[in-house]
């Protein structure tokens, strides 16, 4: 078993370990019924012509600025003092209520932006077009309780509580479904034919010995498998720390997923690969790897030139709000980046079942180009392209 891990240099890594861990504690205050919206940017705090200054200084990491202005009314308010690269920036759904295009910035279309967030990316719909979906291929994610029967997995998902003996924490999570999109939602995700075995968690911390028990139900579970219908990678969006009291329980559950054959992507404190996530501003063609740039939440810090840069930023997912809702989220996290790079693997798998999660991270760290800041960003196209001539030595 091989983990794709996050960012470059340790003090890099560290960073970004902090913005997923941060967001995570976010996501345990979710609670409630879905149609609720507790948190986000309120309104009626905004004066009624709105400016940039206007806007309250929310810490990354915390539910209102997770949430921003999703299920929020805004149309009363004159927004043309903003601009289209600002709004971009924050988070919306389609529950949200805009102005009239007069009030609006120039340039700033919210129903076209949903729409654009929910492309991959990187030549990934061109792939689609070509047949490489994920087809045949099955994925596991772990993750809180979401909305499955939202149209964005329909006839694909598999469904499992792994609440044990907890009552609380049952609510519908918008990082669970957020994650399962991106992996394989089949507007929004990297591999929109392959098949999803969700394992909801419940979201009353003891993170790590739920995904424990999550793996010996996953190990049951593919053994109730055919051939060809066998669990191949498990994504986790969390990572575990030096001293969360759960970590010998995980690190015996990631040896009997290994003994299993079961691969697994997640985040983990001690040693860091190269990935990190960024974005692709939506004035900009997100299918050109140099219009991609470092995570918003990490402009204006020192990155490793090794670092890698995986979609992340400006993307749209699935919404437990309703059964076709989806939500835009301006600021991503490393959270979005592990299901993406759990769906190229899918899609690697279909053409080459038999690579290894290693040589799969090799030849996505060898198929890269420049990003616009001078990074590193993925090319799936050209990793597909490796895959297919890939001998193992």
């Known amino acids: 078993m091989r983990k794709i891990e996050s960012s470059g240099s340790l003090a890099s890594a560290s960073r970004a370990l902090v913005t997923l861990l941060a967001l995570l504690c976010a996501c345990a205050e979710q609670a409630g019924e879905v149609a609720d919206y507790p948190w986000g940017i309120d309104p009626e705090s905004l004066p009624q012509t709105v400016r940039q200054s206007d806007f309250p200084d929310l810490p990354q990491g915390s539910a209102d ?17 903003l601009s289209a690269a600002f709004l971009a920036q924050l988070t919306f759904d389609g529950n949200t209520s805009w102005p009239r295009p007069a009030l609006l910035p120039q340039g700033f279309a919210p129903d076209e932006l949903l729409e654009i967030g929910k492309d ?87 993170n790590f010995h739920f995904y424990s028990i999550a793996a010996d ?17 498990v994504s986790i969006s969390d990572g ?26 997640y985040s983990s404190r001690e040693v ?79 053409l080459a079942p038999d690579l290894t999660l290693a040589e799969i991270e090799a030849l996505l760290v060898e198929s890269t180009a420049r990003s616009g800041d001078g990074l590193r960003v993925i090319r799936p196209v050209e990793f597909l392209e490796l895959v297919t001539t890939y001998r193992p030595t």
């Not at 329909?154 to 049952?170: P, Q, S």
């Not at 997912?317 to 600021?331: D, Q, R, V």
């Open 65 to 81: 600025r997770i949430w921003g202005f999703a299920g929020k009314d805004l149309s009363g308010k004159d927004l043309t003092n």
């Open 120 to 206: 991959p990316g990187l030549g990934v719909r061109d792939l689609h077009r070509q047949g490489f979906t994920g087809d045949g291929i099955a994925v596991a994610v772990v993750d809180k309780p979401i909305r499955h029967q939202h149209s964005e997995f329909e006839g694909r998902i598999h469904y499992y509580e792994v609440f044990d003996e907890e009552t609380e924490g049952r609510a519908p999570h918008f990082h669970g479904i957020a994650c399962a999109s991106i992996l394989a939602g089949k507007s929004v995700g990297v591999a929109p034919d392959a098949t999803i075995h969700y394992f909801a968690v419940p979201d009353v911390g003891k």
């Open 217 to 233: 139900k996953i190990i049951t579970v593919n053994e109730s498998l055919g051939d060809g219908e066998k669990i191949r990678v």
């Open 240 to 265: 575990i720390g030096r001293d969360d009291p759960y970590r010998q329980e995980w690190e015996s559950a990631l040896e009997r997923l290994q003994q299993a054959e079961i691969e697994v992507i």
């Open 272 to 350: 860091f690969g190269p990935f990190l996530w960024g974005g692709c501003p939506p004035c900009e063609d997100r299918n050109v790897p140099s219009n991609y740039e470092v995570a918003l939440m990490l402009k204006g810090r020192d990155m490793p030139p090794e670092t890698i840069l995986v979609p992340g930023d400006y993307r749209t997912t699935a919404s437990n709000k309703g059964p076709s809702l989806y939500i835009y989220w301006g600021e991503g996290g490393y959270s979005w980046a592990i299901p993406y790079l759990a769906g190229l693997a899918a899609l690697a798998w279909q």
